[in-house]
């Protein structure tokens, strides 16, 4: 006996390849009983196929062979005459898609991204207010998997909150921990906080951003809470479901992963009134004025009126805030990116400030006896915490006017922020300096309290 599929493709084995992987079938009736897709032959028509079969070996190799299977019924092997065209795979178009679902909710976006992924794809969970991935993800009642990059250097609190998340939605995080060996050669070579002199990059680059590559090649799809309003100079143009610009996932190459962000549109504030709607768990440190939450060193709180970000990496430049996990969704050149509708038009405008060039800060810093007391404001106009003070700087000016205190500002960012960073104490923007009559060196404001009374009892303090 033999068998012999009833596709379109007619494809024969032998019976001895048959007996091996089924035993011998039994032919009650007469009939020729069906497994699967095969039905079984008298033995001079299976002679005849085998026979035409083993002419054509030579000539002819296997096209879409399904592999080898535990369950004894696929052969082996397939050899057809006549090759069948593959059916053609339709690729997504996820500009497209992402149009289509710009206006969409944060619970329709992640149940498609379910949907289309589904064992593949999981949430990348920071220990912030993105819990709300996690709620949304249940509302959908599908399966969903959640992840998170474990640095080694998170606040007890967050180790905490992630405790409390799983025991309250019933599941397992999946943890992904640096490599020990380049954390080791870090620290041995260059200290615990090396960071605070050399920027922050290369260590997010050990702890955050080569765990989350390994976690990221075990998939498909990856949901981020990624929202524009984080970081307007940054994230304004962070689309809801993208073909990941800069990681690679499960089949490698370019364009094998796909990164949703289901609440890019949502305001942040609107997240929260999500959070306590629904009763879930958030970390303690929220109540303590930690707004965006990352490693112990590298966070703290804000104050009331501040954005988010000034809280994460606040000894650097603004457009320095990231970590180097949404590379691919941040803006080139942060100067160029429009925040509040001010990036083509400059900042701290009025009849009472003064413009100083760079020449008239270098003769500034030169001076040993000052005629009149200075407080000068180095800014770029792109900076939102610039755009911030504004006002409040702008009612100083009007406040000291008179008073015998000139109030100044220096545009510090392009090609002067190098002068500005070896000559005027420039770290980030906005930095604030005060200029006593009889002191050759500057006074750097050291407070991140930038209201108008804040910066006129600094004055009153040092005039």
Same mark, same amino acid.
């Given at each position: 006996?033999? +068998?012999?599929?009833?596709?379109?493709?007619?494809?024969?084995?032998?019976?001895?390849?048959? &007996?091996?992987?089924?035993?011998?079938?039994?032919?009650?009736?007469?009939?020729?009983?069906?497994?699967?897709?095969?039905?079984?032959?008298?033995?001079?028509?299976?002679?005849?196929?085998?026979?035409?079969?083993?002419?054509?070996?030579?000539?002819?190799?296997?096209?879409? $062979?399904?592999? =080898?299977?535990?369950?004894?019924?696929?052969?082996?092997?397939?050899?057809?005459?006549?090759?069948?065209?593959?059916? =053609?795979?339709?690729?997504?178009?996820?500009?497209?898609? !992402?149009?289509?679902?710009? /206006? &969409?909710?944060?619970?329709?976006?992640?149940?498609?991204?379910?949907?289309?992924?589904?064992?593949?794809?999981?949430?990348?969970?920071?220990?912030?207010?993105?819990?709300?991935?996690?709620?949304? !993800?249940?509302?959908?009642?599908?399966?969903?998997?959640?992840?998170?990059?474990?640095?080694?250097?998170? /606040?007890?609190?967050?180790?905490?909150?992630?405790?409390?998340?799983?025991?309250?939605?019933?599941?397992?995080?999946?943890?992904?921990?640096?490599? &020990?060996?380049?954390?080791? !050669?870090?620290?041995?070579?260059?200290?615990?906080?090396? +960071?605070?002199?050399?920027?922050?990059?290369?260590?997010?680059?050990?702890?955050?951003?080569?765990?989350? @590559?390994?976690?990221?090649?075990?998939?498909? !799809?990856?949901?981020?809470?990624?929202?524009?309003?984080?970081?307007?100079?940054?994230?304004?143009?962070?689309?809801?479901?993208?073909?990941?610009?800069?990681?690679?996932?499960?089949?490698?190459? $370019?364009?094998?992963?796909?990164?949703? /962000?289901?609440?890019?549109?949502?305001?942040?504030?609107?997240? *929260?009134?999500?959070?306590?709607?629904?009763?879930?768990?958030?970390?303690?440190?929220?109540?303590?004025?930690?707004?965006?939450?990352?490693?112990?060193?590298?966070?703290?709180?804000?104050?009331?009126?501040?954005?988010?970000?000034?809280?994460?990496?606040?000894?650097?430049?603004?457009?320095?805030?990231?970590?180097?996990?949404?590379?691919?969704?941040?803006?080139?050149?942060?100067?160029?990116?429009?925040? /509040?509708?001010?990036?083509?038009?400059?900042?701290?405008?009025?009849?009472?400030?003064?413009?100083?060039?760079?020449?008239?800060?270098?003769?500034?810093?030169?001076?040993?006896? @000052?005629?009149?007391?200075?407080?000068?404001?180095?800014?770029?106009? *792109?900076?939102? +915490?610039?755009?911030?003070?504004?006002?409040?700087?702008?009612?100083?000016?009007?406040?000291?006017?008179?008073?015998?205190?000139?109030?100044?500002? +220096?545009?510090?960012?392009?090609?002067?922020?190098?002068?500005?960073?070896?000559?005027?104490?420039?770290?980030?923007?906005?930095?604030?300096?005060?200029?006593? =009559?009889?002191?050759?060196?500057?006074?750097?404001?050291?407070?991140?309290?930038?209201?108008?009374?804040?910066?006129? &009892?600094?004055?009153?303090?040092?005039?």
């Amino acid at each position: 006996m033999a +068998f012999v599929a009833t596709s379109s493709s007619t494809t024969a084995i032998s019976a001895s390849n048959l &007996a091996r992987s089924t035993g011998s079938p039994s032919e009650p009736n007469g009939l020729a009983p069906r497994i699967g897709s095969f039905r079984l032959l008298d033995r001079r028509s299976a002679a005849a196929v085998n026979l035409s079969s083993q002419r054509r070996a030579s000539s002819v190799r296997p096209v879409n $062979a399904e592999p =080898k299977r535990n369950d004894g019924i696929v052969p082996l092997a397939a050899a057809v005459a006549t090759p069948e065209v593959a059916e =053609k795979v339709e690729v997504e178009d996820y500009e497209q898609l !992402a149009k289509q679902l710009e /206006n &969409a909710s944060p619970l329709q976006i992640m149940d498609k991204a379910l949907e289309k992924f589904g064992n593949d794809i999981a949430i990348a969970f920071s220990g912030a207010e993105d819990v709300a991935l996690i709620e949304y !993800a249940k509302l959908t009642g599908r399966p969903f998997r959640v992840f998170s990059l474990d640095t080694g250097r998170l /606040n007890p609190e967050t180790y905490q909150f992630f405790d409390a998340v799983e025991k309250h939605y019933g599941i397992r995080i999946e943890y992904m921990f640096p490599d &020990a060996v380049e954390v080791q !050669a870090l620290v041995r070579s260059k200290g615990l906080f090396s +960071f605070y002199e050399d920027g922050h990059q290369e260590c997010c680059r050990v702890r955050k951003v080569r765990p989350l @590559r390994r976690a990221l090649k075990g998939l498909r !799809a990856w949901i981020t809470g990624q929202r524009k309003d984080q970081s307007p100079g940054t994230r304004s143009e962070v689309p809801v479901v993208q073909v990941d610009p800069v990681f690679e996932g499960l089949e490698g190459g $370019a364009g094998s992963l796909i990164k949703w /962000n289901p609440v890019a549109n949502v305001d942040g504030g609107d997240i *929260w009134k999500f959070l306590r709607a629904m009763e879930v768990p958030v970390n303690s440190l929220h109540s303590q004025g930690y707004v965006s939450i990352g490693c112990e060193p590298c966070t703290r709180a804000v104050l009331p009126g501040q954005h988010e970000r000034e809280g994460r990496w606040w000894w650097e430049d603004a457009k320095a805030k990231e970590c180097g996990l949404h590379k691919g969704n941040l803006k080139q050149d942060a100067q160029e990116v429009p925040v /509040n509708g001010t990036a083509n038009r400059d900042l701290f405008e009025g009849k009472n400030l003064v413009a100083l060039s760079r020449n008239g800060m270098e003769n500034l810093l030169k001076l040993e006896k @000052r005629e009149e007391p200075w407080i000068v404001v180095l800014y770029a106009p *792109w900076c939102q +915490f610039c755009q911030g003070m504004e006002s409040s700087y702008v009612e100083l000016a009007e406040k000291l006017a008179g008073s015998g205190v000139k109030v100044g500002k +220096f545009q510090a960012d392009g090609e002067q922020k190098e002068f500005a960073k070896q000559e005027l104490q420039l770290g980030s923007f906005p930095t604030i300096l005060f200029f006593p =009559k009889h002191s050759s060196r500057p006074i750097k404001y050291p407070s991140e309290q930038r209201d108008v009374d804040s910066l006129m &009892a600094f004055v009153n303090a040092l005039r």
